[in-house]
């Protein structure tokens, strides 16, 4: 059974980079048939949908956070991972790391991982 | 940017008939995927491509799409079926992808 893991510090000072890491378990991140996707929810209980990324290498960002934005897989250690830069206390919020199924519409995630938290302070 | 518009709350009796809408200009031509969150777990697809539950989702989940206009059916919804559910979808280009607002589901 697949299972996703977020990891990364829970702290984070305004400007600086947050980097956090998903592992995945029970699968493999080089499956053509997936794709891994970041998602957040911030102030007010809100989704935001973050980015995705193949093992093929092909992006797909949100374009108000493209600018800031890297997304990239490590198949060694079976894991992909989110840098945002510069952020700011906006992107506070419950990180959640999920599989997509690579398919018409793309919105199939069918595996999330638990949400980690992040707070942007100083 | 583009949105997606669901009621913030729907309350409901235990055994009754939930009905969560989304609406969104691009619906028509869009797919709507349903995820349901509670707290302290990972999220949950129940619905993908408009109408389709995935293995192991209650068949008491359906889901409908008409003209700009989702629905996520809740059939004899039970207590357990509390949470905050959100639809998804993306706009007629498919380059902003969005959640809706979410609506809380409360049944008593």
């Known amino acids: 059974q697949l299972q996703l893991q977020a990891s990364g510090p829970g702290l984070v000072k305004p400007s600086e980079t947050l980097s956090l890491h998903c592992t995945v378990s029970?699968?493999?991140?080089?499956?053509?048939?997936?794709?891994w996707a970041w998602i957040r929810q911030t102030a007010g209980k809100r989704l935001e949908w973050i980015g995705y990324v193949f093992y093929s290498g092909n992006l797909v960002y949100s374009p108000p956070l493209k600018s800031r934005l890297a997304l990239s897989i490590d198949s060694s250690k079976n894991q992909f991972s989110l840098k945002l830069t510069s952020v700011t206390a906006a992107d506070t919020g419950l990180y959640y790391c999920?599989?997509?199924?690579?398919?018409?519409?793309?919105?199939?995630?069918?595996?999330w991982g638990l949400g980690i938290p992040v707070t942007v302070s100083s | 940017s583009y949105e997606l518009t669901q009621p913030p709350s729907v309350s409901v009796s235990p055994g009754q008939t939930a009905r969560i809408t989304c609406s969104g200009d691009a619906l028509p031509r869009k797919y709507v995927y349903w995820y349901q969150l509670k707290s302290d777990q990972a999220p949950v697809l129940i619905i993908y491509e408009d109408n389709k539950r995935p293995s192991g989702i209650p068949e008491r989940f359906s889901g409908s799409s008409s003209g700009s206009m989702a629905t996520l059916t809740i059939t004899g919804t039970q207590v357990a079926d509390e949470a905050d559910y959100y639809c998804f979808s993306t706009d007629s280009s498919g380059n902003h992808r969005v959640f809706g607002g979410g609506t809380q589901l409360t049944v008593l």
């Open positions: 029970g699968g493999s991140v080089t499956s053509e048939n997936y794709y």
């Open positions: 999920a599989r997509g199924v690579a398919r018409a519409g793309n919105g199939q995630l069918d595996v």
